[in-house]
């Protein structure tokens, strides 16, 4: 730390990104990104694109905002392209909390929601999570503030139907409901269709997960106009030009080519029923994911052990050491390949460790 430092960030715990390894010899099922390449649509419009980088990129994001809305059946103005959903995260969190209105979120969440609380020094409340890892519907009906639900939850895998996400907006039409669905794809149930009906709710979702561009940096928020306009102010504010060029090209491209994007999720969906499966026979308990990973733990052998040993054996899952998950990883569905070289390292370690 300088000594010039504001005051403000000197506790402030930055976000951890999953390790990105140096050599290519590591099975990676540590950071949710996908096992496929990009649309090669969307590959051939980023290169097209090259081509004019010495302009500005759009700054209202038209033919991409309008591809996205059309795809959701919303209109232009109900929808805000970010640089990777975090910014829409981070708009929200700049937008619709402060010392009156705290942000709240589940004590196992997404670990952004805390660092966006505590760098804008807003106001805080977690809420437990279920003795079972489920989202508390009930405290987040009594809960004041703006909420933050990720929909399936991540690290956790599980998610709240639309009937439950409704209770919830209900409880209070007064208070801001954000649902980050940067998982919704891989088979939970998204709140879009609820933005007619319910003027207090904001969903979000990205390109990192399953339509394989976690490295173009692209997600979206979507709810009323009002709503978009606000966070508009943060982004004119922030940095007008926030999606480039290169990524919007690819963003248009993936959106021309979504039966590449249902193929993949639906493969990702066959190889973590697989996983799932086969880490169950072998004695863990797996939380049902509804996610591109999923969640589990031995009785036998501590998750931060495994963890270790696939790491010595060049894979790596992501490892929690907060107290209520320490036993668990996150581990990324990958290709059917990738996960039997961890199934059959998993095999081994068990052998080893009991
Ligand atoms: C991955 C993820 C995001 C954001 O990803 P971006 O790459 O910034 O779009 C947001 N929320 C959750 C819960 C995530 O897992």
Do not use: W
Request: glycine residues 4%.
């Amino acid at each position: 730390m300088s000594r010039f430092l504001s005051q403000r960030l000197r506790s402030l715990e930055p976000y951890t990104p999953g390790e990105q390894p140096k050599t290519t010899d590591f099975v990676k099922l540590n950071t949710n990104e996908s096992p496929f390449p990009p649309s090669p649509k969307a590959q051939a419009a980023a290169a097209e694109a090259a081509k004019k980088l010495h302009l500005y990129s759009d700054p209202t994001c038209r033919a991409l905002t309008q591809a996205v809305a059309d795809h959701l059946g919303l209109g232009f103005d109900n929808v805000l392209m970010t640089n990777g959903s975090d910014e829409i995260l981070s708009f929200a969190f700049q937008c619709f909390c402060d010392s009156e209105t705290p942000a709240v979120f589940a004590d196992i969440t997404y670990g952004f929601y805390e660092v966006f609380a505590r760098l804008y020094c807003l106001p805080y409340e977690k809420i437990p999570l279920n003795e079972d890892l489920s989202l508390p519907v009930e405290a987040f009906c009594k809960a004041k503030g703006t909420l933050f639900i990720a929909n399936p939850n991540a690290p956790t895998g599980l998610s709240l139907s639309t009937a439950q996400i409704e209770s919830i907006l209900q409880s209070d039409p007064h208070r801001l409901v954000l649902i980050d669905e940067a998982y919704v794809d891989f088979g939970g149930e998204s709140c879009i269709p609820l933005l007619s009906r319910y003027s207090n709710l904001l969903v979000t979702q990205t390109f990192s997960k399953s339509r394989s561009m976690a490295g173009a940096r692209l997600g979206f928020g979507a709810a009323s106009e009002e709503i978009i306009r606000d966070l508009n102010t943060v982004k004119y504010s922030t940095n007008p030009y926030n999606v480039n060029a290169m990524t919007m090209a690819a963003g248009l491209g993936v959106m021309a080519d979504e039966e590449y994007t249902r193929a993949n999720c639906r493969t990702v969906m066959e190889n973590r029923a697989y996983t799932t499966q086969k880490l169950r026979d072998m004695g863990f308990f797996v939380t049902d994911s509804q996610t591109n990973f999923v969640f589990a733990a031995h009785p036998q052998c501590h998750g931060a052990v495994i963890a270790q040993k696939l790491k010595e054996r060049k894979i790596l899952v992501r490892h929690f050491t907060s107290p209520r998950i320490a036993n668990f990883n996150r581990i990324t569905i990958g290709t059917k390949e990738q996960m039997d070289t961890l199934l059959q390292a998993l095999e081994q370690i068990l052998k080893e460790e009991n």
